[in-house]
């Protein structure tokens, strides 16, 4: 999809994480999990986390899951901290998992991109953290 123009895989991770970030500023004090961590560690944590999603997405060809992947995030943002939703929002990230567990399988076996594997395994790993918060809030 993007093969001609790779750089836009890292735009549109960037103009996400501006969006994820203005849609909830603000609005991260409604709802706490009994294991959520500080505050603080957030925006550190999805700053990482988006570096590490454009870096695979930019060495890969499977646009299509990492359209998805970073389409279903932004939905995410807004459906849990604008609507609050929370239902929906779990359902959301269910999907996101699933989608990203394919992504790092396809990344490994198909590409043969280990280190884009890895960097996805550690953005899974975060969303299934992110899913056990959302499932626990009180």
């Known amino acids: 999809m993007f093969e001609d ?3 836009m895989k890292i735009v549109i991770v960037v103009i996400v994480m501006i969006l ?7 609005r991260t004090k409604a709802m706490h999990s009994i ?19 454009a870096c695979s997405w930019y060495n890969s060809n499977l646009d299509v899951l990492f359209t998805l992947g970073i389409g279903l995030n932004l939905l995410w943002v807004v459906v849990f901290f604008v609507y609050k ?3 929906l929002s779990q359902i959301i990230i269910l999907l996101m998992i699933v989608i990203s567990i394919i992504t790092v399988y396809l990344l490994i076996k198909q590409e043969k991109n280990t280190v884009s594997g890895f960097f996805m395994l550690i953005y899974t790993s ?11 809030l009180q």
């Open 5 to 7: 123009m790779k750089w």
């Open 20 to 26: 994820g970030t203005l849609f909830s500023y603000g």
């Open 35 to 53: 294991y959520q961590p500080k505050a603080f560690w957030f925006p550190i944590i999805w700053t990482v986390l988006y570096v590490l999603f």
């Open 85 to 87: 939703n929370v239902l």
């Open 126 to 136: 975060w969303l299934i953290c992110a899913a056990v918060l959302n499932f626990t």
